[in-house]
């Protein structure tokens, strides 16, 4: 079975930095694109990055490139969502997320999902 | 940036009803559209990929049909575990992009 676990629920204040993870487990963790999609309070899906772990390869979302780091180990199977000086404006569901299909085709549908990391900033 | 329009914003049904939710882009993505569905507290779920494939495990009462800029998902009898928020995905153009959602309440 193919799964996504993420690390815990975050408390922060602003200025902070924050790593989160996703560990995957159930597929050939190299050759999947795998990334980051934000849901913040009460509103919808934000596509944030991938990362393809075979050749590191990293997209962002121009809508946040350059405001988080995405990485991955894999010797652990483990991506990472990073920041390096939280605001309270970051403050949302982070969803780890798999590209649907085997391959280098950043484009794809997404399957399957974490479980998501509540990361909550504020003074 | 393609956009996705979804419509209606809420919908409230009986079981038992038929319902068809709308996605419309900005832009032409052939088949390059899934569905989702995220019940409250939970991630999103894979329902359809590629316009009209159900993923695994995906009840044959959901449907999703269309091409180019217009899109449907259809549920043809709806149950009380269908209430969620349905999201459509275009994965044409980077960067991918979602829909606002469409709540569904059931009755």
């Known amino acids: 079975e193919v799964q996504l676990v993420q690390s815990a629920a975050e408390v922060k204040t602003p200025g902070e930095s924050l790593k989160i993870s996703c560990e995957a487990s159930?597929?050939?963790?190299?050759?999947?694109?795998i990334g980051w999609v934000r849901q913040m309070p009460g509103k919808g899906l934000e596509w944030m990055g991938f990362?393809?772990?075979?050749?590191?390869?990293?997209r962002y979302s121009p809508s946040f490139e350059g405001q988080v780091t995405i990485s991955a180990d894999r010797s652990i199977n483990t991506a990472y969502l990073e920041w390096d000086g939280l605001k309270a404006s970051d403050t949302a569901i982070y969803y780890c997320?798999?590209?649907?299909?085997?391959?280098?085709?950043?484009?794809?549908?997404?399957?399957?999902w974490g479980q998501g990391t509540l990361v909550t900033v504020s003074s | 940036e393609i956009l996705l329009t979804q419509s209606p914003d809420t919908l409230s049904l009986s079981p038992g009803e038929r319902v068809t939710l709308s996605c419309r882009a900005t832009?032409?993505?052939?088949?390059?559209l899934a569905w989702y569905q995220q019940k409250t507290g939970q991630p999103p779920r894979l329902l359809i990929s590629?316009?009209?494939r159900r993923a695994t495990g995906v009840p044959d009462r959901f449907s999703g049909s269309g091409y180019g800029t217009d899109f449907t998902l259809t549920i043809s009898r709806v149950e009380p575990e269908d209430c969620a928020v349905y999201y459509c995905?275009?994965?044409?153009?980077?960067?991918?992009?979602f829909g606002q959602g469409v709540k569904l309440e059931i009755k």
């Open positions: 997320a798999r590209r649907g299909r085997y391959g280098i085709r950043l484009l794809d549908w997404i399957d399957p």
């Open positions: 159930g597929y050939g963790f190299d050759n999947y694109w």
């Open positions: 990362i393809y772990p075979a050749e590191n390869l990293i």
């Open positions: 832009l032409n993505i052939g088949s390059y």
């Open positions: 590629g316009a009209s």
């Open positions: 995905h275009q994965y044409s153009d980077a960067p991918d992009t």
